[in-house]
């Protein structure tokens, strides 16, 4: 029976809901090939360790049914260089062990980028799922370690035609890239039911940090949001005005469901901005909640307001009103302008306050994109296995 065995990487949060339906594929695929005597896939996930606590990590494998990671690199948190170089002296030993034919990684986090470049200089095949995603804006990390990846890989897999035209401008060798979608919906779609079910005000007494009172949170009455890009939460004359409209204006209005990233929550007791976060009534300060517990509130949110590229796109599809706290995205596909549910609005306070005012008086929009259906692991695979060098 032939073979072909491929390494995944992942390494932090968002990157869990990418490879949990591609895990799902490949198994899908084993299960068909052994009935046919078919091509079979070799499998091996590998964790970098970017993320590690279990809200931020193991947490989502259990949720999303991701096997245990075959190998974990166990690199923690450090500065870029330090998480890269890690990752990389690492997984140069895996790659080295473990001869495969193909690396795959997912999304722009810092292990798609160590484990692209170390895979090249090992001569084993890239394809990079997400590809073709372009800020412009090269003061966020994501954009190098996009940029990187997909100049190194071999197969370039986009989840929509703007990130496809993307790659051709930039030179990318029209036989590298295949328009698969995205995959993140697989993984919405897979789990819609299970997180209908759940309860908003349990979701929210479960993971409570503050312990304000949660009662009363109905249906399109709350506002949900996070936050946790460097951008907005790292310079406090930043944070300290965001802080200030987000507890005087938003939670002084509606309840305000805030599940705290892990960088956010040392900001804000560094600036010393945590005890009006924490006292301002209205304000439901969660700890990092799981995928279903997150899609769940996205759900029946009124607005919500956030700076992740993954909720811009998940909004797109439940039609949740977003505003999105940058002022450039690589998903253009989520904006109003192309019929999504997301505007830009930076991190100006002003600006803010007058499209949180316009956007209150939206109601829901669900949007799908081409390809944006349920079935993108699924192209993925077969992309790589139908792939040709020339
Ligand atoms: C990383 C990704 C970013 C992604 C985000 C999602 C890169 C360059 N950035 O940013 O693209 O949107 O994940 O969360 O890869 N921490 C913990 N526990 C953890 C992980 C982190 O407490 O399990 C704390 C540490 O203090 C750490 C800080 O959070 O220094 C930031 O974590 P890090 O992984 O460096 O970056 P993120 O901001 O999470």
Not at 108 to 124: H, P, Q, W
Not at 288 to 315: K, W
Not at 368 to 381: I, V
Request: aromatic share 4%.
């Amino acid at each position: 029976m032939k073979t072909i065995k491929i390494i995944s990487v992942v390494g932090a949060r968002p990157n869990f809901m990418k490879i949990a339906p591609f895990v799902r594929a490949i198994e899908m695929h084993n299960l068909a090939s052994q009935q046919s005597h078919g091509l079979n896939i070799n499998h091996i996930l590998v964790h970098s360790g970017q993320h590690y606590d279990i809200g931020m990590s193991e947490a989502f494998f259990r949720a999303l049914s991701i096997p245990d990671p075959d190998i974990n690199l166990e690199v923690g948190s450090g500065s870029h260089a330090e998480q890269v170089g890690q990752t990389m002296i690492a997984f140069e030993k895996v790659l080295r062990q473990e001869k495969s034919d193909w690396v795959v990684v997912v999304g722009d986090v810092n292990a798609t980028l160590a484990c692209s470049v170390t895979a090249k200089k090992e001569g084993v095949n890239v394809c990079h799922i997400e590809a073709g995603l372009r800020s412009g804006d090269m003061t966020m990390p994501e954009e190098i370690n996009r940029l990187v990846t997909d100049r190194l890989a071999d197969l370039l897999l986009t989840p929509d035609k703007i990130s496809s035209e993307n790659l051709r401008k930039e030179g990318v060798a029209e036989n590298k890239i295949v328009f698969v979608g995205n995959i993140m919906i697989d993984t919405l779609e897979a789990n819609r039911a299970q997180a209908a079910a759940l309860d908003i005000e349990t979701i929210c007494q479960e993971n409570s940090l503050n312990a304000s009172s949660v009662k009363g949170l109905r249906k399109g009455g709350y506002a949900l949001m996070t936050m946790h890009r460097p951008s907005n939460v790292d310079d406090p004359t930043v944070l300290g005005p965001l802080v200030d409209f987000l507890c005087d204006e938003v939670a002084g209005e509606m309840p305000l469901i805030w599940p705290l990233h892990p960088r956010s929550g040392k900001r804000l007791k560094e600036f010393g901005l945590w005890s009006k976060v924490e006292q301002t009534s209205g304000m439901v300060l969660l700890h990092p909640i799981g995928y279903h517990e997150m899609l769940r509130l996205n759900m029946d949110a009124r607005i919500l307001l956030t700076d992740s590229g993954g909720l811009q796109e998940e909004c797109t599809v439940l039609g949740t009103p977003c505003l999105t706290l940058r002022w450039n995205t690589e998903r253009p596909v989520t904006l109003r302008e192309h019929g999504g549910a997301s505007v830009l609005v930076g991190n100006d306070v002003e600006r803010i306050r007058t499209e949180y005012k316009n956007t209150l008086a939206s109601g829901r929009k669900p949007m799908r994109p081409e390809f944006w259906d349920g079935h993108t692991a699924e192209r993925c695979l077969q992309a790589i296995i139908d792939y040709r060098e020339n």
